[in-house]
């Protein structure tokens, strides 16, 4: 299985419904959470792994997905059993 590790902001509504779907599965056990409020070194690797101060965004394998609804499908297609 890939290493997730899921870049949030507390007040992203796009964070939100990513958490929900995943919520939803059970996955949280899967997935990293880094709140890139709550450290300015996990923002600044965001930009600098990622290229873009943008969340939501899932690292697979340290390789940036952005878009929420992406981030669903790829759980989706690739995670969820």
Same mark, same amino acid.
């Given at each position: 299985? $890939?290493?997730?590790? *899921?870049? %949030?902001?507390? =007040?992203? $509504?796009?964070? /939100?419904? !990513?958490? @929900?779907?995943?919520?939803?599965? +059970? *996955?949280?056990?899967? %997935?990293?959470? =880094?709140?890139? +409020?709550?450290?300015?070194?996990?923002?600044? @690797? *965001? !930009?600098?792994? #990622? #290229?873009?101060? /943008?969340?939501?965004? *899932?690292? %697979? &394998?340290?390789? $940036?997905?952005?878009?929420?609804? &992406? %981030?669903?499908?790829?759980?989706?297609?690739?995670? !969820?059993?």
């Amino acid at each position: 299985m $890939p290493e997730l590790e *899921l870049f %949030i902001s507390n =007040t992203c $509504p796009y964070c /939100q419904k !990513v958490y @929900r779907f995943i919520d939803k599965y +059970n *996955l949280n056990d899967k %997935i990293k959470f =880094t709140n890139i +409020n709550q450290s300015a070194e996990d923002k600044a @690797r *965001l !930009v600098e792994v #990622g #290229g873009m101060n /943008q969340v939501p965004c *899932l690292f %697979i &394998d340290d390789k $940036p997905m952005y878009e929420s609804s &992406d %981030i669903i499908a790829y759980l989706k297609e690739n995670i !969820v059993k």
